[in-house]
């Protein structure tokens, strides 16, 4: 799940219009502006702008597949200090 989907409108993001990047994050900063909403919907406007036309998702064999292990992984269990 999501934890904060766009509808919910919670938050908000900033923007550089210029589409310069500073050498610092201050300075980056003091040139954009805030957008109220998720930055979700600018992206996906972007993308379909930038895309090509929509194909069908290839046919997968997941079923047919045998996992390595049960969910959750020995990776999601292991401590960072030891894997």
Sequence with gaps: PVINPPAAN???HW???DGKLP???AEWLA??????G??????SSWLKGHAGKQVPAPKTYARKAKGLEPAPGRYVQARADSA
């Design 15 to 17: 923007v550089r219009a």
């Design 38 to 43: 998720s930055w979700w919907t600018d992206w």
């Design 31 to 36: 040139g954009a502006t805030e957008h109220p």
């Design 23 to 25: 050498a610092t994050h």
């Design 10 to 12: 919670k938050r908000s």
